[in-house]
């Protein structure tokens, strides 16, 4: 297990080490490192025979993780794309696990249920109107990691649900990076070191979780 596992510990070393590039100027050299990451997570979930969904998952995150290093709405498109089809497989793996459909959260674990869909619903008024042209994307991203959240809710309380939890606080603190701080924001660096501290724990609690 150990050593099926390595290439998960030398993603969340390389993850380490790029902190403090977290906040840096676009390069080639960047996009790789930031992707490294979660291309490991990908494999160390393939050698151990974890679930397909999973696996892709986590391949797809490390091509989310690329589109958003680079400059540009198209490149943001592409990032977006990639991470909302990893969601799209999250839910799928979650659901799996736990032989019931999305809507039976709302018995199960009513109060966070409940409360995850009040602060999807809030998104159009602190979030929307300042997204631009990119409205309609940001809103089906929010519908989907949403859904995610939801049904890993239904799985018992875990690595998996932690990790699910930190992710969406990592896209949650990024939608405020992005959207809602001007660029000289004093606060802005925090931002991005809290995004990818959160995002990393949330998706190494995933895969632990989920092998």
């Given at each position: ?38 291309l ?9 025979d ?37 969601h ?8 799996s ?82 959207f ?24 190494g ?7």
């Amino acid at each position: 297990m150990m050593t099926t596992m390595f290439p998960a510990f030398l993603g969340l070393a390389i993850a380490l080490i790029y902190l403090p590039f977290t906040n840096g100027g676009v390069s080639w050299r960047r996009s790789i490192h930031k992707t490294l990451p979660l291309l490991l997570f990908a494999l160390a979930a393939y050698l151990t025979d974890a679930p397909a969904f999973l696996v892709a998952g986590l391949f797809l995150s490390a091509l989310g993780d690329f589109g958003l290093s680079r400059d540009g709405d198209s490149a943001f498109l592409y990032g977006l794309s990639a991470f909302a089809l990893a969601h799209v497989l999250y839910i799928l793996h979650f659901l799996s696990l736990a032989h019931a459909p999305l809507w039976e959260v709302f018995s199960v674990a009513p109060i966070p249920a409940i409360a995850l869909l009040a602060l999807l619903i809030s998104t159009e008024l602190w979030l929307a109107p300042h997204t631009g042209a990119l409205g309609l994307p940001v809103r089906i991203y929010v519908l989907v990691i949403g859904a995610m959240g939801l049904s890993a809710l239904l799985v018992p309380v875990g690595l998996s649900t932690l990790g699910a939890g930190l992710f969406i606080l990592s896209d949650l603190i990024l939608a405020v990076e992005l959207f809602r701080m001007k660029e000289d924001h004093p606060r802005k660096p925090l931002a991005g070191y809290l995004v990818w501290i959160f995002y990393i724990a949330g998706q190494g609690l995933i895969l632990f979780g989920g092998v």
